[in-house]
Every structure is written in structure tokens, then in C-alpha cells.
């Protein structure tokens, strides 16, 4: 429904049916006066469709002339002319119509801001309560998604605080509504995440109870809402409330914040026995899994595994690849023995996986077992190819190529990537500023964590935070990479491609010495037999080394690429071309405001100084927000992902 079509609903003879027909997502309450049927009352979940809160409305050009028209009518549509004459020739600015609706509601509903300006000179009461669910203009608006309306109405003295007929104050119809950056708003202006409404129900209640989805749950467990908090009639918390609806989505999310299984209401059931009442065998077995988690996690070995989790999964990923190379070097001839004591350690693995294994441990696979190869390939440099090259040119370059490579790998995993942090008042100030400025969309705030963005700061998911020059999230490393740590990373890729390289050069070299080859006679097959034969774990080795060169050589290639020829992170490339397929007419990724040259681009992102003869330009991205609120720029006009 664009928004002449909306205005015309909002008319005394369009408040019925027309709504249904025209499908606004609003008209499943009450059917009575004042909300004329499309603001809903609710008794069930409500997900009302996308309402751009910082929209205008179109001024609406009806084929009557607006000089026949009566205020109400005037006030809908905007008449701002015909309104001041009537108020001039005597009508009463807070007369309530026949449906106890005043001049100031309806222009709240409609998003008229000069009307409400005037009406507010024309002593209005800011918060004259109207309309069958007995609410306030600011209650209206709140609905309806008006951002800049509720922010003007506040600034006039509207307290948002106050319940309408239902008992829901403007924070619940926010939530309920699923207008965030409203909530965000209001809680930016000093409403409490966990005020209750008058039924003793929280914000995040009402969202677990009746919007079926991850959303405002997730939002709200953001702005540090309480998932234990209890009711006051019923003492359901929040996760009862998940579960009473059948809420899988919300009830997942509350478990994860620690939301209590236990926890018992008025009746002495807890939420395992209301997913037994309302017969979810999804929640129950959910609830169960979890409950049997925690009191796992409280066992002294697990917490002491909990702690040290890092260096114990180093350590099981140096074991398990080389007792895999260790059994293929088995002098045995019996490959049967070979694989059956493989499917041993494999059984082992699963079964270790199963107990111990959660998501953290899990993320760590990758970037311990590329350590542990790596742990194996230096063994393998010293006990089998030193001895036979004891060029010490060779060791020397090899040694510093090893050295580099740890000290580069430890500098990206330990480097803050540059986290952006914020204070609750720097959020909270940010909220009200970007807000009122018109700028509170995901370009600029992020809705996760509920900041203000820099320039350039994306948000990683799996870091749960924004990331200044956030280039992307690296399983090699488990963390991410971003304006502090790239250098670092790209390093380690060079280094980590060296070292390949020497492992490649020590493998031909032993096999020249130990296994003579014939690979004009023997072909691939005979070839790789005889080396099998003669060296398992050389080959095994070489193997890992191959392995390792081929994501490492793609990667660095294609960070280098970006770096010297675009001057972009691998963010904002994707964002980038995800555009361009959208839209074909959109700049080219070399044309961007960071793309300084081949020359300065490398100089700025080394940090090159060269004696003196470069100087390259020193920025805290975690500092840099772009001039005014917007961004102009055909790169930032892409919303983020958050």
C-alpha cells in the first residue's frame, strides 16, 4: 500500500473494509471505533509488513477541492490551509469527534508534522487519551511506524510511558510492531528494556509470546533485556512465554542467552513441562539437550577443558595428524591393517566429537590443524631433509621463513582486528542524534549492536561485533581480519606460501637420494606407488604442503589484488558487485574514494616509511565516521547485512 492509499484509509468513510481490501497487515484487531479496525489488539502473534519510519508522506491530491472538507478530513489528508481556517473561525482544537478521537490523533496516524505543530500552538493535549483502545497520538504513531513522528510528539512533552486501553506503553507497541528503530529510540530516551506493561509483562515477553520469529527476541537480548525476568500474574519468564506460543526461533535465542530451564511460574511448571502440555516434541527435546548441556558444563574436567580448549585442540590436532602419517609410514606390507587401524582413529574422533565437541571447539578444526601440519612439516624438514642438505644458506633461510611465518600467524590471531566499541551512553547519545537526524538505517547504525557504525565497519556475525575495515571472518586464524590485523595476515600468507615452497624443494630433494623414479617408464600411478613405497610419510607430508599452497596462493593473490588495484577490503568488493549486478550502471570497483593508486594504496596499507621517503597516511578506522549523517557516495548506498 503506497502511502495515498494509506491516507485514504485513514478517512471517516474508508475505515472498514477498505483497509482489508487494500492489505495493510494491520487489520486483524478491533473492529470499533477510533482505530476503525486496522490497529490491531493483540491475541496473537502480529507481524505487520516494513514501514519505512524516516518516510515523508506525499502530499495526496484529491479531485474534491479542500475547502468543502471538515477538519478531520483536512487533518488526514494535510490540508494545512483549510485546518487553520476552520480553527480560526472557532473550532475547538481538542474537541474529540463522535468516535472520542481528537484533531491531534489523526494527525499523529497520518504523519502530518506541520499540522501537529499547529495544533500543539493551538493548545492541543499532547497526551489526550482517544479511540476504543483508549490511547494517546504518540500510541497512534508508535503503531504506524512513524519515526519522525514520535521523535516530534516527545519533543512536545509525550510521554511514552503511559498504557493505552490494552495496557501495552509505547516500548511494547514498538516491539510488538516490530519497529526497532522506534524501540531503540525510546530506550535511547530513557525507557527501561524490562519496564512492564500493566500486566506485569515485559517487552521480551511479548515478543517470545506473540511474534513468531528471531525478531525483536534477538534485538532485545541485545539492548540487555532480562531472560529471567517473571510476570506478574502467572510468574511465567520469557522462555515459558517462547514456549507457550510454540516459538522455536525465540526460544532457541533465549537458551543461548542463559535463559533458565528450571525456572518455575505460579503453577510449579517449568518450561520442559509446558513443551510437554502444548506437545512440541521439537521444544522438549530442544529444552532437554540443553539441560543436559548445563550440568555437563559444571563438571570440574569440563571446565577445565573449557579453559585451556585452545591448546588442548593443538594438541589433538598435532596427534591425530601424525599418528595418520605414522601409520601410513608402518613398515607393514598389509594395507588391511593400515585402513583398520585408520578407521580406529577415525571411530575415536567421532566419538570424542560427540562428548566434547561444542560449536567453539568445532571453529577451531581449521586453524589447528593447519598449525599442526605445519608443526609436522618442521619435523619433517629436521629429522628427514636436514641431513641430507646441510647448506647452511639453506638452513639459515629456512629457519627465518619459519620464524616469520609464527611470529605472523601469532601477531593475526592476538591483534585486535578493530573491534569499534561504544559505552552505553556513547549508544544511547548516538541513537538520539542519527534518529532525529533522520539517519537511523543500517548504513550508518548497526542494528546488532547498537551503534553507530565507522566508516567503512562492517559486521562480522560470527564475532558478534563491528569490525572496522572489516575485510572478512578467517577460519585460519578464528577470528577476524580487519583494519589492525590485515597487514599481519597477508604476511602470514607469504610467509606461509614460502614455506610451502621449501617443503616442496625438500621433498624432490629426498626423493632424488632415497627413491630413484622412472616416470617416462612408470607413468603417474607407478610413480606415486614407488614413492608410497618408499616414503609414506614424505609423500604424506608433501601432500599437506599442496594442500596448504593452493588456498594459500589463491588467497593472497586475490587480498593483493584487491589491496594494490582496488584499494578495497573483500567486504566491500562483494557489496560492490553485488550492486553492479543489480544495478549495471553503477560505478566500477576501481572507481571509490580509497583507490589512491597501485603505489600509495600498498605504501598506506604496509604502513611502508621506506628511510623516510614514503609517508604513509596513519587513520584510526575505528575513529572514522563519514562528514554529516549521510553517505553520498555510490559505495555506501548498499545496505549492510545486519
Not at 61 to 78: F, L, R
Not at 206 to 231: H, R, W
Not at 395 to 418: E, H, K, W
Request: with cysteine; hydrophobic share 40%.
Amino acid at each position: 500500500m503506497d502511502w495515498n492509499e494509506r491516507d485514504a484509509c485513514h478517512s471517516h468513510g474508508h475505515m472498514g473494509d477498505s483497509c482489508h481490501e487494500h492489505g495493510t497487515g494491520h487489520s486483524h484487531g478491533h473492529g470499533g471505533p477510533g482505530f476503525g479496525g486496522f490497529m490491531p489488539s493483540f491475541h496473537g502473534p502480529i507481524i505487520p509488513g516494513p514501514i519505512d519510519p524516516t518516510q515523508q508522506p506525499r502530499k495526496f491530491s484529491h479531485p474534491e477541492d479542500s475547502s468543502s472538507w471538515d477538519i478531520v478530513k483536512a487533518t488526514q489528508y494535510g490540508a494545512l490551509e483549510r485546518c487553520k481556517e476552520l480553527i480560526e473561525a472557532g473550532y475547538d482544537v481538542r474537541q474529540p469527534d463522535k468516535e472520542n478521537v481528537t484533531l491531534l490523533h489523526w494527525a499523529a496516524i497520518n504523519n502530518r508534522a506541520d499540522i501537529v505543530k499547529y495544533y500543539i500552538s493551538k493548545g492541543a493535549i499532547i497526551d489526550q487519551l482517544g479511540g476504543d483502545l483508549n490511547s494517546t497520538p504518540l500510541h497512534w504513531a508508535i503503531r504506524q511506524g512513524h519515526l519522525s513522528m514520535v521523535i516530534q510528539l516527545m519533543r512536545y512533552g509525550a510521554d511514552p510511558s503511559l498504557a493505552d486501553g490494552e495496557g501495552y506503553r509505547g516500548l511494547h507497541l514498538a516491539v510488538l510492531f516490530q519497529h526497532m528503530p522506534i524501540a531503540a529510540y525510546l530506550m535511547a530516551k530513557g525507557q527501561e528494556v524490562d519496564y512492564p506493561d500493566i500486566n506485569g509483562q515485559t517487552s521480551l515477553m511479548l515478543a517470545a509470546q506473540k511474534i513468531i520469529g528471531p525478531e525483536p527476541t534477538n534485538f532485545l537480548l541485545k539492548c540487555n533485556a532480562s531472560v529471567n525476568a517473571v510476570d506478574k500474574v502467572n510468574r511465567n519468564s520469557p522462555l515459558h512465554c517462547a514456549v507457550l506460543a510454540g516459538n522455536v526461533d525465540s526460544a532457541n535465542i533465549l537458551l543461548e542467552a542463559g535463559a533458565s530451564v528450571d525456572l518455575e511460574n505460579a503453577n510449579g511448571h517449568t518450561p520442559i513441562d509446558l513443551a510437554h502440555q502444548v506437545h512440541s516434541p521439537l521444544l522438549i527435546h530442544m529444552l532437554n539437550v540443553v539441560k543436559t548441556e548445563r550440568i555437563r558444563a559444571n563438571s570440574a574436567c569440563l571446565k577445565v577443558l573449557n579453559k585451556y580448549k585452545v591448546y588442548l585442540q593443538c594438541l589433538i590436532s598435532v596427534v591425530v595428524v601424525g599418528a595418520i602419517g605414522a601409520i601410513l609410514d608402518m613398515k607393514t606390507e598389509s594395507w588391511l591393517l593400515k585402513g583398520v587401524l585408520l578407521a580406529c582413529i577415525m571411530a575415536v574422533i567421532n566419538l570424542t566429537s560427540r562428548q566434547l565437541a561444542t560449536v567453539a571447539v568445532q571453529s577451531l578444526i581449521p586453524s589447528t590443524s593447519l598449525m599442526a601440519s605445519v608443526f609436522w612439516m618442521v619435523v619433517t624438514w629436521g629429522l628427514w631433509f636436514l641431513p641430507d642438505d646441510p647448506s647452511a644458506t639453506v638452513q639459515m633461510l629456512f629457519t627465518v621463513n619459519i620464524t616469520a611465518l609464527l611470529y605472523y600467524y601469532l601477531r593475526s590471531c592476538r591483534t585486535d582486528p578493530g573491534i569499534v566499541r561504544a559505552t552505553e551512553e556513547e549508544k544511547k547519545k548516538n541513537i538520539v542524534v542519527l534518529a532525529e537526524a533522520g539517519c537511523l538505517d543500517p548504513r550508518i547504525f548497526c542494528t546488532s549492536c547498537m551503534m553507530r557504525k565507522p566508516m567503512r565497519a562492517s559486521h562480522c556475525f560470527a564475532c558478534n561485533s563491528c569490525v572496522a575495515k572489516q575485510d572478512h571472518h578467517s577460519i585460519w586464524i578464528n577470528g577476524c581480519i580487519g583494519a589492525r590485523n590485515h597487514p599481519f595476515f597477508v604476511l602470514f600468507l607469504v610467509a606461509l606460501n614460502f614455506h610451502c615452497i621449501w617443503m616442496f624443494y625438500g621433498s624432490i630433494m629426498y626423493w632424488s637420494k632415497h627413491c630413484p623414479l622412472h616416470y617416462s617408464e612408470e607413468g603417474v600411478w607407478g610413480t606415486l606407488t614407488n614413492l608410497m613405497g618408499c616414503s609414506p610419510w614424505v609423500l604424506y607430508i608433501f601432500c599437506f604442503a599442496f594442500l596448504n599452497t593452493s588456498w594459500a596462493s589463491i588467497l593472497l593473490v586475490l587480498q593483493l589484488w584487491q589491496i594494490a588495484f582496488l584499494g578495497l577490503t573483500t567486504a566491500e568488493r562483494a557489496n560492490l558487485t553485488h550492486r553492479q549486478r543489480k544495478l549495471p550502471q553503477a560505478s566500477s570497483l576501481r572507481q571509490n574514494p580509497f583507490n589512491l593508486g597501485v603505489v600509495r594504496n600498498l605504501v598506506n596499507f604496509f604502513q611502508w616509511r621506506c628511510c623516510g621517503l614514503c609517508k604513509p597516511v596513519v587513520l584510526d578506522w575505528t575513529q572514522q565516521f563519514p562528514m554529516g549523517h549521510g553517505r553520498e557516495h555510490p559505495m555506501f548506498s548498499g545496505l549492510d547485512a545486519v
